[in-house]
C-alpha cells in the first residue's frame, strides 16, 4: 500500500514539476529556433504550441516580442484573421519599443489588405512612412501603398488621408497618388492640381522629380488649350468620410461613363479628359460646380445630372455659361424648355407614350384603340400623349377608362373595354405601378379577352404573366433599357468590361456609358467647341448603344425607345423604334 501512495505522489511530482517547466534554463532560443523551422516548414499548429509557451509560461523574455510576430504571422497564413487582429492591435501598445514595430506595421497592412479593408491598409502603411527611421522600410510602405492607392482607392478618399498627417514626407507621398489616380481616371484637370501643389509645397521630396515628370508628359492637358478636350461629370455621388461613394446608381453611372472615355481614348493620341464633381444633392455645390467647369476652357460639354431636381438647379446657373448639358437619366417633360443648352439622353414621358403610338400606327397598322390608366404617377402623362399622337396620325381611340392606385378589382373599367371588343385592335395600359398587373390580366381572363396589350416598362418588372399564357403572348410594350443577357454582345462587352473594372455591367453602368459614348461620338471629327458640339447635337446624330440608342431631336430629347416583347416566359427586343418628328 504504502508502495503504491509513494508511487502516485512521485507521479504527482512529476508532473507538477513539467507543468512548473520553463524555458527560462537558456533553452528559450533553441525552442523559438523549433518554432521558427516549423513555420519555414508549414507546421503552424505545433509552432503555435511553443510560442504560446514562450510568450505565457515564461516572463518578458529576448523572444516575447518576436514570439507575438511570428503567431501574427501564422495567423495570417491560416487566414485566421480575427486572431491575427487581437494580436497586432494590441501589440505596439504593449511593447512601444520594440525591434519588430516597422515588421508588425507592414503586416497590419497585409492583414487589412485580406480582409479588403484598402483605405486602413493605405493608412497603415503612411504611418510607416511617418514613423519609421528605416528607409528599407518606408520604400517598402510606399510600395505597397502606391499599388493600394491606383488599384482601390478614390481622390477623395486620399485627399482624406492627406488631411490627416502632418509629416511633409507622407503629404508628399500621397498628393504623388491623388495625382496618378486622378490620371487614371482622366481627370487632367484635378491630377495637374494636385501635381503642381506638391511642386509648390514640397520641392524637397523624393516625389518632386517624379510629379515633374508627369507634368512635362503628354497626359499634361493644359487647361487653356482649344486643341485639349475634357468633359466635366457631375454626379450625386454622396462621398462619406472616408471618400467613398455612398450613391450607388451614381458610381456605377460614373463607372460606365470613366469606361467609355477608356475606351475612347485607348486608340487617340489627343485624350479626353474626365473632371469629376460630387453635387452632394446640394443646391450651393451645383452652383460652385457648374461655375467652375463653365470656367475651364477646355470642358466643352458636361455629363450628369441624372435626376430631373438637380438638373433644374443646374440650367438655372448653366444658362448664362453656354455650355451642353447632357444628362444620362433625367425624364420630366420641362427641362429642355429651362435651358437650350440641356440635351436629354433618357426620352421624357411624352416621348415614350408618342413612341408607342407611332409604332402601333405605323408598324403593327393599328387604327382603333382603347387605353387604360391610372390617375396618378406619371401614367396619366403617357395615356395622353398617346391619345394625342395616335390621333394626329389618324387614328381612333375608342375608349379612355381610368383607375385609382390601391383599386383591388378592375372589373367595371374592363367589362366597358370589353363591351367594345368588336370595334378595337389593342388596348393601351401605362403602368404607374406594377402591382395592379395580375389583377388586370385576371379581369381580362375572367371576361375570356384576348386582345393585344400594348405599355410601359413597368410591365418589364410585373408578375402574373402566368394567368394566361395567350394572354401574356400578346403583351408589347415600350423601355429604355432593355438588354439580352443571354446573348453574345452581352458576354463579349462585359468580359471586357470586368477586365477593366473587376465588376460586371448593369443596368446604371449601361446608362451611363452609352450617354458617354454618344457625347465622344458627337466629339469626333469636328473641332470640339462648345457650340460646334451643340450643332452636331441637333443633328441629329445617332449612337448606337447597348441599353438603348441615342439621337436627339428638335426638341432635344432622345427619340429612340426599345420595343420588347413578351413571349413564351422570355422578353425579347423586337425594335429600336425612333420617332418620326
Same mark, same amino acid.
Given at each position: 500500500m504504502h508502495k503504491y501512495i509513494i508511487l502516485i505522489f512521485t507521479l504527482f511530482t512529476f508532473s507538477i514539476s513539467i507543468i512548473a517547466q520553463t524555458y527560462s534554463d537558456g533553452t528559450i532560443n533553441s525552442q523559438f529556433r523549433l518554432a521558427v523551422s516549423m513555420y519555414s516548414t508549414g507546421d503552424f499548429d505545433q509552432a503555435l504550441v511553443i510560442l504560446d509557451k514562450i510568450i505565457n509560461e515564461n516572463d518578458y523574455n529576448s523572444k516575447t516580442t518576436a514570439s507575438e510576430f511570428f503567431k501574427a504571422k501564422i495567423f495570417i497564413e491560416q487566414k485566421n484573421f480575427e486572431s491575427a487582429k487581437k494580436v497586432l492591435t494590441g501589440f505596439l501598445e504593449k511593447y512601444p519599443n520594440s525591434s519588430y514595430e516597422d515588421e508588425i506595421r507592414i503586416l497590419r497592412v497585409k492583414y487589412n489588405l485580406e480582409e479588403a479593408n484598402y483605405y486602413i491598409a493605405f493608412r497603415e502603411a503612411a504611418s510607416i512612412i511617418d514613423l519609421s527611421s528605416s528607409i528599407e522600410y518606408k520604400n517598402k510602405a510606399k510600395s505597397i501603398a502606391q499599388d493600394v492607392a491606383f488599384s482601390y482607392l478614390n481622390e477623395n478618399q486620399l485627399q482624406r488621408l492627406y488631411d490627416s498627417f502632418t509629416n511633409n514626407e507622407v503629404k508628399a507621398f500621397i498628393l504623388l497618388q491623388i495625382g496618378k489616380v486622378l490620371l487614371k481616371s482622366n481627370d487632367v484637370f484635378g491630377a495637374k492640381g494636385a501635381l503642381n501643389d506638391l511642386i509648390g509645397r514640397y520641392p524637397n521630396s523624393e516625389e518632386y522629380s517624379e510629379a515633374k515628370q508627369l507634368l512635362d508628359s503628354p497626359l499634361d492637358y493644359s487647361t487653356d488649350?482649344?486643341?485639349?478636350?475634357? *468633359? +466635366?461629370?457631375?454626379?450625386?455621388?454622396? @462621398?462619406?468620410?472616408?471618400?467613398? =461613394? @455612398?450613391s450607388e446608381t451614381s458610381a456605377e453611372i460614373l463607372e460606365g461613363i470613366k469606361y467609355a472615355v477608356h475606351e475612347f481614348n485607348k486608340t487617340r493620341e489627343e485624350k479626353i479628359g474626365l473632371l469629376v464633381r460630387d453635387t452632394k444633392s446640394e443646391l450651393p455645390e451645383i452652383e460652385k460646380i457648374i461655375s467652375e467647369f463653365a470656367s475651364i476652357a477646355a470642358i466643352k460639354a458636361v455629363l450628369g445630372p441624372i435626376y430631373s431636381n438637380e438638373v433644374r438647379a443646374t440650367l438655372q446657373e448653366s444658362e448664362s455659361y453656354n455650355i451642353p448639358v447632357i444628362s444620362p437619366t433625367a425624364t420630366d417633360d420641362d427641362l429642355t424648355h429651362i435651358s437650350e443648352n440641356f440635351f436629354q439622353a433618357n426620352p421624357s414621358f411624352s416621348i415614350r407614350g408618342s413612341v408607342m403610338a407611332q409604332y402601333l400606327f405605323f408598324v403593327e397598322n393599328k387604327r382603333k384603340i382603347s387605353i387604360l390608366n391610372s390617375i396618378e404617377g406619371y401614367s396619366p402623362s403617357l395615356a395622353a400623349n398617346f391619345a394625342a399622337e395616335f390621333e394626329k396620325l389618324g387614328g381612333t381611340i375608342v375608349r379612355k377608362e381610368t383607375y385609382k392606385e390601391g383599386s383591388i378589382s378592375f372589373d367595371e373599367h374592363i367589362g366597358r373595354i370589353v363591351a367594345d371588343s368588336i370595334l378595337i385592335e389593342g388596348i393601351y395600359i401605362p403602368l404607374s405601378e406594377n402591382s395592379v398587373a395580375p389583377m388586370i390580366l385576371a379581369g381580362f381572363v375572367k371576361n375570356n379577352f384576348n386582345i393585344p396589350i400594348y405599355? &410601359?416598362? !413597368?410591365?418589364?418588372?410585373?408578375?402574373?404573366?402566368?394567368?394566361? %399564357?395567350? %394572354?401574356?403572348?400578346? %403583351?408589347? #410594350?415600350?423601355?429604355?433599357?432593355? #438588354?439580352?443577357?443571354?446573348?453574345?454582345? =452581352?458576354?463579349?462587352?462585359?468580359? !471586357?468590361?470586368?477586365? @477593366? @473594372?473587376?465588376?460586371? *455591367? &448593369?443596368?446604371?453602368?449601361?446608362? +451611363? =456609358?452609352?450617354?458617354?459614348?454618344?457625347? %465622344?461620338?458627337?466629339?469626333?471629327? *469636328?473641332?470640339?467647341?462648345?457650340?460646334?458640339?451643340?450643332?452636331?447635337?441637333?443633328?441629329?446624330?445617332?449612337?448606337?448603344? =447597348?441599353?438603348?440608342?441615342?439621337?436627339? +431631336?428638335?426638341?432635344?430629347? &432622345?427619340k429612340f425607345l426599345n420595343i420588347v416583347r413578351y413571349k413564351n416566359g422570355v422578353f425579347e427586343l423586337v425594335d429600336k423604334f425612333r420617332l418620326n418628328e
Open positions: 488649350s482649344s486643341t485639349k478636350v475634357a *468633359i +466635366g461629370v457631375m454626379l450625386p455621388l454622396e @462621398t462619406n468620410s472616408t471618400g467613398e =461613394y @455612398t405599355g &410601359n416598362q !413597368d410591365w418589364l418588372t410585373a408578375k402574373g404573366f402566368e394567368t394566361s %399564357l395567350s %394572354l401574356s403572348n400578346n %403583351l408589347t #410594350f415600350t423601355t429604355d433599357y432593355f #438588354f439580352d443577357y443571354q446573348g453574345d454582345d =452581352y458576354y463579349n462587352f462585359n468580359s !471586357d468590361f470586368n477586365s @477593366t @473594372t473587376g465588376r460586371d *455591367i &448593369n443596368r446604371n453602368i449601361l446608362y +451611363g =456609358y452609352d450617354a458617354a459614348k454618344y457625347l %465622344l461620338t458627337v466629339i469626333r471629327n *469636328i473641332e470640339p467647341t462648345r457650340s460646334n458640339i451643340r450643332s452636331k447635337i441637333m443633328s441629329g446624330l445617332i449612337s448606337i448603344g =447597348y441599353h438603348n440608342n441615342i439621337s436627339i +431631336g428638335k426638341n432635344r430629347i &432622345n
